[in-house]
């Protein structure tokens, strides 16, 4: 199954917004991505490489708060 960059910056952040607690996502309003980059599997599916900027609180940025995303046919297989 391919999919486009758009659908895979949505799973990364309806994915998220399920485990908000485990990643200290509060919203996904703010969440920009600083890195989208894919590769060609077999079979013509795809795996997205994706990296979140930096997170916004109260105006202030935080640091080491990126998210790095690994989704192959719509689904998250890593996230660090």
């Given at each position: 199954m391919k999919v486009t960059i758009s659908e895979a910056?949505?799973?990364?952040?309806?994915?998220?917004?399920?485990?908000s607690t485990l990643l200290g996502v509060r919203s996904s309003e703010g969440i920009t991505f600083s890195r989208s980059d894919s590769s060609v599997l077999q079979e013509g599916s795809a795996e997205w490489y994706l990296t979140t900027d930096l997170q916004n609180y109260g105006g202030l940025e935080v640091y080491d708060t990126s998210i790095n995303f690994i989704i192959t046919d719509g689904k998250v297989i890593s996230c660090a």
């Open positions: 910056q949505s799973v990364a952040k309806s994915f998220m917004l399920q485990n």
